[in-house]
């Protein structure tokens, strides 16, 4: 999997449209809302050789261990992890709270089952026994749902290096072999989360058509194919609001990395729940990647999250599992689930004044109940809905959840539009910084637009739907021209941009400069990892920085101020978890 995070929906691997073909075999994957994915084999093993090579690692582990094929061999023989158990691991992602799992059977052509069609499986590794064998039993036991990950692409990585330049190749009976002996031998198989593909489509389509064939009731990502895909699957980002065709984020809990890398730059609690709840609102679902150890346990940070994310669920998963994203769209404010005759508000703004305004709903509130922590006061009007929330209420660390109780049901209004589209005052600004060790964007850029994303959207799907490159370029010229701000694809996905300060930065800064003063009410801010511990935003005035907001947890960071203006805005990084900061996103409205 490649490791990119922007908050847009880029829909790796498109869907099709929610039809009544779709609906029976859907329905329980859109009920659930939350699912843990697994990415487990001897890469976890690798940082060590990798460094002995002579080569740096790098973001993510996966783009860094190009080590040959032989030297690979070498290591996955090794691999014994004594303290795996499949049993402990699938009580912890029931308690977690997710109803189903995603185990990567075949990543990096390894195969964590004992495969009669190679030697590179588990059966040739110290450990030896079946993990896939283990893990389809357990999660059965535990009553999960059950995905099996498998890729396709890398094959240098397998006994047939080049067999995939030639149709007739030996290499694609190889992998057709491989996946019906996964649909065949461990009972009934849920999902198959495809990933990569042929380049050749009628290979592509022997896959689908035999999985279909054995596991009738299965569903799959688009990776393989487009058309046949029964839903999204955003890598590394936030899908936005979408009710037209399912859609899952699937994120890493441990930084960029799919892989455990050390167990460095875990998400916080806060965070993962926040992009839970996002994903719910947004019309989709989360399935949280757990890298484990390559002894077999899972980290204590990693555990820690996901018990508190099952206790967090136990006490308002009402308002997430069963659900369906809106009434409103979601928005800087955050995002809303709907069930019933109840609306769930989740609030994910910093909001200086308290007070969330939302355009009212055409119906009548008959009471509301703020379950979190805190106080609200709510008042409702003809054409709003009014929220007064106190200091607790509005804790950056605190997921903000409001009941509305409706004379009607929320389910047949349609979505309601919250934020006004308009350009970031930083668009085309001037970006500078204390230190860059990235800086995929020139640095007289502004770092992402995500006001942008309906476009970057449209431009994606095209991509994805396979629309020439030529009318994907005319289409980005004109909204170009529409907007006077420049778009940028990055090489393999979009929008591979971001800074990051360099190694030995000890006070870290970005800076964006509109070029002339402006007056700005909100700051929206993406990091790109879970580092930054200790923050301040500053403004500059009469030669010297002012500063207007200092936290504890940037990651994903939203905030509305009284109006500031200002000409030059940095981001002010005071202690970090030990890396390098890095910022993917930087708007101010």
């Not at 390559?294 to 967090?312: F, H, N, R, Y």
């Amino acid at each position: 999997m490649v490791a990119v995070f922007c908050l847009s929906f880029t829909n790796t691997g498109c869907s099709a449209d929610k039809n009544n073909e779709t609906e029976d075999k859907m329905q329980w994957f859109r009920d659930a809302k939350f699912g843990i994915f697994v990415h487990w084999n001897h890469i976890s093993m690798l940082a060590p050789y990798i460094e002995e090579e002579g080569k740096v690692p790098g973001e993510d582990i996966e783009q860094t261990k190009r080590l040959p094929f032989d030297r690979m061999k070498e290591i996955h023989k090794k691999f014994n992890p004594v303290n795996y158990n499949a049993d402990e691991w699938l009580k912890l992602f029931k308690r977690s709270g997710a109803k189903y799992l995603t185990f990567t059977t075949y990543h990096t052509q390894i195969s964590m089952f004992d495969n009669p069609y190679t030697d590179y499986d588990i059966s040739n590794t110290l450990y030896k026994k079946d993990i896939v064998k283990e893990i389809a039993e357990a999660t059965r036991r535990e009553g999960l749902k059950l995905f099996w990950y498998y890729g396709i692409a890398q094959p240098q990585w397998t006994d047939y290096p080049d067999g995939h330049k030639d149709i007739n190749s030996p290499y694609y009976d190889y992998i057709y072999n491989s996946v019906e002996h996964l649909l065949t031998n461990y009972g009934k198989i849920d999902g198959m989360w495809w990933d990569g593909r042929h380049p050749y489509q009628e290979r592509n389509i022997e896959l689908i058509e035999m999985a279909k064939k054995h596991q009738p009731h299965i569903i799959m990502t688009g990776r393989l194919s487009r058309e046949h895909g029964d839903f999204g699957t955003p890598e590394q980002q936030l899908g936005t609001f979408n009710l037209d065709w399912d859609w899952e984020s699937c994120i890493p809990i441990e930084g960029v990395n799919w892989h455990y890398y050390g167990g460095k730059d875990i998400k916080s609690l806060s965070t993962c729940l926040r992009m839970l709840v996002s994903c719910a609102g947004g019309g989709g679902n989360l399935i949280l990647n757990i890298s484990p150890m390559p002894d077999g346990s899972i980290q204590p940070e990693q555990k820690a999250v996901l018990e508190g994310m099952g206790k967090w669920l136990d006490k308002y998963g009402k308002g997430i599992y069963k659900t369906e994203g809106g009434p409103y769209v979601s928005g800087n404010w955050g995002t809303s689930t709907r069930i019933d005759d109840k609306v769930y508000i989740y609030l994910f703004q910093q909001l200086e004044d308290g007070v969330l305004e939302l355009p009212a709903l055409p119906a009548k509130v008959l009471n509301y109940s703020l379950l979190s922590e805190g106080n609200c006061e709510f008042e409702q009007t003809p054409n709003k809905f009014i929220f007064s929330f106190d200091k607790i209420a509005s804790n950056p660390d605190v997921v903000t959840v409001v009941e509305l109780k409706l004379d009607k049901s929320p389910m047949d209004i349609d979505p309601v539009k919250t934020d006004t589209f308009n350009i970031p005052l930083t668009a085309d600004c001037e970006v500078t910084a204390s230190s860059q060790k990235f800086f995929i964007t020139p640095p007289n850029t502004v770092i992402y637009h995500s006001k942008l994303d309906p476009y970057v959207g449209d431009i994606m799907r095209q991509r994805n739907e396979m629309v020439e490159q030529k009318e994907r370029q005319a289409f980005m010229t004109k909204k170009q021209n529409e907007f006077g701000i420049t778009f940028k694809l990055g090489p393999r996905h979009f929008k591979q941009r971001y800074w990051m300060a360099a190694d030995d930065d000890s006070i870290p800064w970005i800076e964006v400069n509109m070029k002339e003063p402006v007056t700005f009410s909100q700051a929206h801010i993406l990091e790109h990892h879970n580092r930054i511990k200790d923050f301040e935003l500053q403004y500059f005035e009469n030669n010297a920085w002012v500063s207007f907001y200092r936290g504890k947890q940037l990651n994903y960071f939203y905030y509305k101020n009284k109006p500031i203006t200002a000409q030059r805005v940095r981001i002010l990084v005071h202690e970090t978890t030990g890396g390098p900061p890095a910022v993917k996103m930087f708007d101010l409205f």
